[in-house]
C-alpha cells in the first residue's frame, strides 16, 4: 500500500499516511482538491489529481464520529387520549427463556448414486429432526444462528494464523 505525504494549510509536511487515511481525510475535509501531497518517490502533485479521493465534509477523521441527534420517546401503546389510562403492551409482557443447541458442521448423507450427489431434501430434512427433537415440554424453535470461534496457537507456534471455526447453532424458545 502506497504512502503518502501531504502539506497542512500552514504549508507544513505531514505524514506518511497510507491511501486509506488519505481518502478519509479527504472525505473529512482535512484535504482539499488544491492541497499538495507526495508519494514516497518524492512525484508531486494536487490531491483533485488523485483518483478515488473523495472531498466532502469538514469534521477531522481523527475526531470522534459526530453524535446522531436523539430518538424522541416512544408513544405510549396503545394510543389513547389523555383522560383514559393506557394499557400495557402485550408484547413487553411476555418473557421467553432460550437454550441453544449445537447443530451439526457436516451433515453426512447417502450420495444418490443416479445424481452421485448428497439430496438437498435429505439435508433440509436431517435439520428437520434436529429441530422437532428439541421442541419439546414448550419449547419453540426460534432461529438459525452462525457463530465463529477463533483458536489462538500457542506459544510454540509462532508466526501461525489463528484457526477459525464456524459452529452452527439452532436457538429455541419458550414462554416463561
Given at each position: 500500500?502506497?504512502?503518502?505525504?501531504?502539506?497542512?494549510?500552514?504549508?507544513?509536511?505531514?505524514?506518511?499516511?497510507?491511501?486509506?487515511?488519505?481518502?478519509?481525510?479527504?472525505?473529512?475535509?482535512?484535504?482539499?482538491?488544491?492541497?499538495?501531497?507526495?508519494?514516497?518517490?518524492?512525484?508531486?502533485?494536487?490531491?483533485?489529481?488523485?483518483?478515488g479521493l473523495e472531498f466532502?465534509?469538514?469534521?477531522?477523521?481523527?475526531?470522534?464520529?459526530?453524535?446522531?441527534?436523539?430518538?424522541?420517546?416512544?408513544?405510549?401503546?396503545?394510543?389513547?387520549?389523555?383522560?383514559?389510562?393506557?394499557?400495557?403492551?402485550?408484547?413487553?409482557?411476555?418473557?421467553?427463556?432460550?437454550?441453544?443447541?449445537?447443530?451439526?458442521?457436516?451433515?453426512?448423507?447417502?450420495?444418490?448414486?443416479?445424481?452421485?450427489?448428497?439430496?438437498?431434501?435429505?439435508?433440509?430434512?436431517?435439520?428437520?429432526?434436529?429441530?422437532?427433537?428439541?421442541?419439546?415440554?414448550?419449547?419453540?424453535?426460534?432461529?438459525?444462528?452462525?457463530?465463529?470461534?477463533?483458536?489462538?496457537?500457542?506459544?510454540?507456534?509462532?508466526?501461525?494464523?489463528?484457526?477459525?471455526?464456524?459452529?452452527?447453532?439452532?436457538?429455541?424458545?419458550?414462554?416463561?
Open positions: 500500500m502506497a504512502n503518502w505525504y501531504y502539506y497542512d494549510s500552514s504549508g507544513s509536511r505531514q505524514g506518511p499516511v497510507d491511501s486509506d487515511m488519505l481518502k478519509r481525510l479527504a472525505q473529512f475535509g482535512e484535504i482539499v482538491p488544491t492541497t499538495k501531497v507526495e508519494t514516497e518517490e518524492g512525484r508531486q502533485s494536487t490531491a483533485g489529481k488523485i483518483h466532502g465534509t469538514s469534521y477531522s477523521p481523527y475526531s470522534p464520529a459526530p453524535v446522531p441527534p436523539p430518538t424522541p420517546a416512544p408513544v405510549p401503546y396503545p394510543f389513547t387520549s389523555s383522560t383514559s389510562t393506557p394499557m400495557p403492551s402485550p408484547v413487553t409482557s411476555i418473557q421467553y427463556e432460550y437454550k441453544c443447541v449445537a447443530a451439526p458442521m457436516v451433515l453426512r448423507i447417502a450420495v444418490n448414486p443416479a445424481r452421485r450427489t448428497a439430496d438437498e431434501a435429505e439435508c433440509v430434512e436431517s435439520y428437520g429432526k434436529i429441530i422437532n427433537r428439541e421442541c419439546y415440554d414448550r419449547w419453540e424453535f426460534y432461529s438459525m444462528q452462525q457463530i465463529t470461534v477463533e483458536n489462538k496457537p500457542g506459544c510454540f507456534s509462532f508466526g501461525a494464523e489463528p484457526e477459525k471455526t464456524i459452529y452452527n447453532m439452532l436457538i429455541f424458545r419458550r414462554q416463561k
